[in-house]
């Protein structure tokens, strides 16, 4: 959610008014008080010229480790 909050603040030019709402549409049921820290974090990165935090891929994103996690976590077909 705060990589979408600094997309909308540092390329799409939003307001922070502005981008809490409009997480609520990319992530819906998301309670405000999440899209409004989000939207203050993803402020002070793109205010202080940090780049977004990296994402990191979920081991289940990778078909190699889907079947072992699939296991692990006991979910059935």
């Known amino acids: 959610m705060i ?21 609520e549409r990319y992530f819906p049921g998301s309670a405000y008080e999440d899209r409004l820290r989000c939207t203050h974090e993803a402020g002070d990165i793109v205010h202080r010229g940090r780049p977004p935090v990296e994402r990191v891929p ?20």
Do not use: C, I, Q, W
């Open 3 to 23: 990589e979408k909050a600094v997309f909308l603040l540092r390329e799409v030019h939003t307001s922070g008014e502005e981008t809490v709402h409009a997480l």
């Open 58 to 77: 979920s081991e289940v994103a990778d078909a190699r480790y889907f079947a072992a996690a699939h296991e692990r976590h006991a979910f059935g077909d």
